[in-house]
């Protein structure tokens, strides 16, 4: 990709968390910057509103002139478009460039030192506070995140005075294998994606994959116990890092209560004391000792790092408090695999044990309920009562007897409702005066109901 001679850029799928960053990216570069995306959102209109053109009709003929000039376009797309698309097939046929995503993501970090964060959950909260920790610092960095942080209301920062790069490394469609890390952080590799890898095994031997394309002169900062076999080039270091038991990097004397999370950051050249959690839920610790090992690795002192965890406010849809009284409390979470939910789940009944949690779940993709029905149902479990909403399908289209009842009839809780999205908001108006805790979870388009939820339960 020679960039010097590329002057417009035209995304296929724009609206996307990931694709979205890149277009603010080269727009803040001068390039012009265009795109196609399904349905309007707050984040394509954040888009238009920074100018970028957006239309949502796949239609050749609103791609913009000088869009279609084939020496001087660059095409990204994302894999979430259907082959068949027409915009994509009129790039195609008519010679453009066309990458991916993360083919992108990956010349920048040939071009940058890439700190990428990989793992089947994780990655956008510990990518966030990482990205965090080095903006409030001396030390600086760009980031490319897979949420909106709400500290910078971006999911992109841009540096002219740093070469580090922070990137959510994406292991669908093994996205991740374009990238050649100066440094990575693997947060976890239960399996998931089994429409593309096929068995639990192969997903490893991706993650197994994607750290012999780390630097010689860079390391692997690895959580502790992962089955994984690392293939580091001669020279690149591995650490090991975890919340529960004495690794490389590890958390001791943690402090849990009158909501706040308080530990001390142990690391292989001392201790950071006091370490408070800006986001204050468990999960939040094991995130947090991953990105500050990183942080540290790079330069950042142990008071920017005490400051920078302290100060960091999440991404958003990443355990968001939307009510938090005394009477009630909702919080929306982007979990959407097994141990996503277990983790967040766990997290709500540490944070309050003696209330009454309510989990409203709606199940994304056909393919991960068909393959982890039972251990979303074992998760599940955990709450006190559960709302499962109708499958999210994204990018898929429906498989014959795949639906929300193989979950629902392998969860254990006495009460337990199935209902269509639909039918929410007139079932929490008519037991708004039950609900203590609520925890809306999932990947789909459930985030939209988060705010009418809201609005029922603050008049109850």
Request: hydrophobic share 40%; charged share 25%; proline share 4%.
């Amino acid at each position: 990709m020679e960039m010097q001679k590329i002057t417009s850029v035209y995304f296929v799928g724009v609206g996307g968390i990931g694709m979205s960053a890149l277009a603010r990216y080269f727009e803040a570069k001068g390039k012009h910057v265009a795109g196609y995306d399904k349905t309007p959102s707050d984040l394509t209109a954040a888009l238009i509103n920074e100018g970028i053109r957006i239309h949502y009709m796949g239609d050749v003929a609103l791609i913009p002139a000088d869009c279609k000039q084939v020496d001087s376009t660059l095409v990204v797309y994302t894999p979430a478009i259907p082959e068949t698309h027409a915009e994509l097939n009129y790039f195609r046929e008519n010679g453009f460039t066309l990458m991916k995503r993360a083919q992108v993501l990956g010349e920048i970090t040939r071009s940058e030192r890439g700190l990428c964060v990989a793992g089947t959950h994780g990655k956008t909260t510990t990518s966030s506070m990482l990205a965090h920790l080095l903006k409030q610092s001396h030390v600086d960095c760009n980031a490319f995140l897979g949420g909106i942080l709400k500290n910078y209301n971006s999911n992109l920062m841009l540096s002219d005075k740093s070469d580090l790069a922070v990137i959510e490394a994406d292991e669908f469609d093994r996205s991740f294998h374009w990238l050649n890390p100066y440094m990575a952080v693997i947060t976890a590799v239960d399996p998931d994606h089994l429409d593309i890898y096929g068995t639990p095994e192969a997903y490893r031997e991706s993650f197994e994959h994607f750290t012999s394309l780390i630097r010689p002169d860079g390391c692997l900062v690895m959580k502790k116990g992962l089955q994984l076999q690392p293939r580091l080039p001669k020279g690149a270091k591995l650490y090991t890092y975890s919340a529960t038991e004495e690794a490389d990097f590890f958390a001791r004397n943690i402090r849990i209560g009158n909501g706040d999370i308080v530990f001390d950051f142990v690391t292989p050249t001392g201790c950071i004391e006091d370490v408070k959690l800006g986001v204050p839920v468990k999960v939040n610790i094991e995130n947090g000792v991953a990105a500050m090992a990183l942080a540290q690795l790079n330069g950042v002192t142990d008071e920017e790092i005490k400051r920078g965890m302290a100060s960091f406010a999440g991404p958003v849809r990443r355990f968001d408090f939307h009510l938090k009284r005394n009477d009630i409390v909702l919080l929306d979470d982007y979990a959407h695999h097994p141990a996503e939910l277990k983790a967040s789940i766990q997290s709500v009944k540490e944070l309050y044990p003696d209330k009454k949690i309510t989990g409203i779940f709606q199940p994304h993709l056909y393919t991960r309920t068909r393959d982890f029905a039972a251990d979303f149902a074992a998760s599940l479990s955990l709450l006190d009562e559960l709302i499962l909403l109708d499958i999210y399908p994204a990018r898929e289209e429906p498989i014959p007897g795949v639906t929300s009842q193989l979950i629902f009839d392998q969860v254990t809780l006495k009460k337990k409702r199935m209902i269509k999205k639909e039918e929410l908001l007139d079932l929490v108006k008519k037991e708004a005066a039950d609900f203590q805790v609520v925890l809306m979870l999932g990947a789909g388009n459930i985030d939209r109901l988060v705010e009418p939820v809201k609005q029922i339960l603050e008049k109850r």
